[in-house]
């Protein structure tokens, strides 16, 4: 399952944890890790993909959260 796959990296699994409090500026969650924005923007598109977030733009900022329906999918399966 996709949703494994992603979760499998503890980066993401952070990004996870963090979004499970609110949502995010892209730019506030690289702040929140000692990795490069570039290889954030990598772990979030993995995360968008499996369906654990979504994203909306506001202007030039991109807002991150959980998505339910993925996890809903995911807990379905558990």
Known sequence: MEIFTALADPTRRRIVELLSRGEYAAGE????????????????????????????????????????????EMDRWL
């Open 29 to 72: 969650i690289v702040a929140a890790f000692d990795v490069s924005g570039p290889a954030i923007s990598q772990h979030l598109k993995v995360l968008r993909e499996a369906a654990l977030v979504q994203v909306r733009v506001e202007g030039q900022r991109r807002i991150y959260q959980l998505n339910p329906q993925g996890l809903d």
